[in-house]
């Protein structure tokens, strides 16, 4: 049954290392996603929103058509990130072209979309730019050529935030803004952990997920 996974670090804490979140070494077979809540206890700051996977098949997931209003994955999360380290990773296929802004990943105090005080996003511009942003008015960390280089191909992107700012991995590499800064010490509105929509709830995905995470280290 899919569900929300925790995804917390374990051991002595003396002992806890800062690390990306590890990517799996290749995508999973076809799946399912739906989205559900479990009851987690306080210590369990980390979630994930993931997949039952079945045997056979190449890669499915969850489409999005980018025109249907209010279409979105949304899980209200009990925890704050507010300035604290942490990291969002989702895997999706990567439309071949954006004719609108579409929303990929996002944390803030909305139910129905990626905006408000507080929140944090990732989009695809219609220049084809990959954008992360902060807020209503927004700071912004620009990947140009995004599209250009991975439409129509599955893709991870990892966004992390800690002590020595923001870095963002595709396909598990650093990848190098063309342009733009995030304040590293923002704080983030995590009541609700969002997918497949933008600043506004008509900013909508037009294409596949496959996987979404967040966790609470960089």
Not at 26 to 45: E, F, H, K, W, Y
């Amino acid at each position: 049954m899919p569900a929300i996974e925790s995804c917390r670090r374990e051991g002595h804490p003396d002992k806890r290392r800062s690390r990306r979140p590890a990517l799996p070494s290749r995508p999973g077979q076809r799946m399912n996603l739906t989205i559900a809540q479990s009851v987690m206890t306080p210590d369990q700051r980390a979630f994930a929103l993931s997949a039952s996977r079945q045997a056979a098949g190449s890669i499915g997931g969850v489409a999005f058509d980018g025109a249907t209003s209010g279409t979105r994955g949304m899980v209200p999360l009990t925890w704050s990130v507010g300035t604290g380290d942490f990291s969002a990773w989702v895997r999706f296929r990567c439309p071949s072209s954006v004719t609108t802004e579409r929303g990929v990943i996002g944390l803030g105090p909305n139910a129905t979309d990626a905006g408000g005080t507080g929140s944090f996003r990732v989009i695809l511009q219609t220049s084809g730019t990959m954008s992360v942003r902060l807020g209503t008015v927004p700071e912004t960390l620009d990947f140009a050529g995004f599209v250009a280089a991975f439409g129509g191909q599955w893709v991870d992107v990892v966004v992390t935030r800690g002590s020595a700012g923001w870095t963002v991995y595709v396909n598990g590499l650093a990848a190098t803004p063309t342009s733009g800064s995030l304040t590293t010490a923002a704080s983030i509105n995590s009541s609700y952990l969002v997918l497949g929509v933008g600043l506004a709830s008509t900013n909508i995905f037009n294409s596949t997920f496959h996987r979404a995470a967040l966790f609470n280290y960089a």
